[in-house]
């Protein structure tokens, strides 16, 4: 089956910017999607980009696709300590009419002072 | 407000007893999920509806059951027969229609089920 792939882990300074990375082995995957989980709680989306999209921006939230190595990354600036959560990447083919998703392992994002 | 209304937040469960997650949407979305989430091992399908009246097996469907006969409620039935029950379920709902579909995933704020 499809695979998504992506680091436990990712701890960084406030105020610095995080980059979370992704890859994925579905070369139909028609969007690409991050999203957001608190503890304890359910998945919220962030954003996606369209697979025939490079780069989207969004506030402090840039998202950049290379397609030809089916990268995605994530990238927070002024990383705050709300931003402490975990960050699944996920990614599906329409193609068949279908949008079950396949989500990563998720990355846990630590924001330490 | 429209969302995704899980019950209960908490269980507690003797092995060998079954136990039913209450998913309620009212957002009317065609399509409702159930996932499993264990630490490290990210979110797993178990079973997926596209329509009432049918639903699909999912990644790890054994030892679990579902039902749709409402489009707004797609319950959960955790079985004496699934063997480590002990996670946190997420239900989620998606429309399913129209080209502005993007597949997002609305997510319920889950349920925690502990085997005692």
Known sequence: GEDVEQSLFLSVREGDSSVINCTYTDSSSTYLYWYKQEPGAGLQLLTYIFSNMDMKQDQRLTVLLNKKDKHLSLRIADTQTGDSAIYFCAESDASGGSYIPTFGRGTSLIVHP | ?116
């Open chain 2, 1 to 116: 407000d429209g969302g995704i209304t899980q019950s209960p937040k908490y269980l507690f469960r003797k092995e060998g007893q079954n136990v039913t997650l209450s998913c309620e949407q009212n957002l009317n979305h065609d399509a409702m999920y159930w996932y499993r989430q264990d630490p490290g091992q990210g979110l797993r399908l178990i079973y997926y509806s596209q329509i009432v009246n049918d639903f699909q097996k999912g990644d790890i469907a054994e030892g679990y059951s579902v039902s749709r006969e409402k489009k707004e409620s797609f319950p959960l039935t955790v079985t004496s027969a699934q063997k480590n029950p002990t996670a946190f379920y997420l239900c989620a709902s998606s429309d399913g229609r129209g080209n502005a579909n993007t597949g997002e995933l609305f997510f319920g704020e889950g349920s925690r089920l502990t085997v005692l």
